[in-house]
């Protein structure tokens, strides 16, 4: 119904120039009733055209809105990638090495430095003395590579009384 309508004025419009051209006569009867056929076909199918464009739109929409939105993940990516190391690190030396073991470290450097002061590199002493000697035993930056890369990593329980620890630094 719309688009019938869209196509009503541009008509008019075509046949009111099919009635100038017809009473003045600068072309014959046949070809000024040809140019009008031509303009209003044209007028019909540009309207079409953008009718079935909308109409791609509408369904796109519509489907858009069948499938819902993308569920949006509950937990940081942060979180999941510091879980990710943290179980990683507990299953394998190499891991705890390489990657558990420096995250805790520069956890314990953060707390070190913003609550006493201290820098785990330049005092190691002052920083050992407030980590305590299990924890230090961990954590300091000259702790060996391990023997077995692929053995057993950091104990569950170690670990917790780590984050503990630097947590109430």
Same mark, same amino acid.
């Given at each position: ?45 540009? &309207?079409?055209? #953008? ?21 949006? +993940?509950?937990? +940081? ?24 073991? +420096? &995250? ?38 000259? #702790? +060996? ?25």
């Amino acid at each position: 119904m719309r688009l019938a309508r869209r196509l009503v004025a541009p008509a008019i419009v075509a046949t009111v120039a099919l009635i100038v051209l017809l009473a003045v006569r600068p072309l014959s009867t046949s070809r000024a009733l040809g140019i009008w056929v031509v303009v209003v076909a044209a007028l019909a199918l540009l &309207l079409l055209v #953008r009718h079935s464009r909308g109409g791609e739109q509408h369904v796109r929409r519509f489907e858009a809105a069948l499938r819902g939105r993308t569920p949006t +993940p509950s937990e +940081p990516v942060e979180l999941l990638r510091m879980e990710r190391e943290l179980e990683l690190g507990i299953a394998n030396a190499g891991s705890a090495y390489h990657r558990l073991l +420096p &995250l805790l470290r520069a956890a314990a450097e953060a707390r070190l430095a913003s609550r006493h002061g201290v820098e785990l590199d330049r005092r190691p002493d002052a920083a050992q003395a407030l980590l305590g000697e299990e924890a230090w035993e961990w954590l300091r930056p000259d #702790r +060996p590579e391990p023997v077995d890369r692929f053995g057993r990593g950091v104990p569950r329980e170690h670990v917790a009384a780590l984050i503990e620890r630097v947590e109430s630094l």
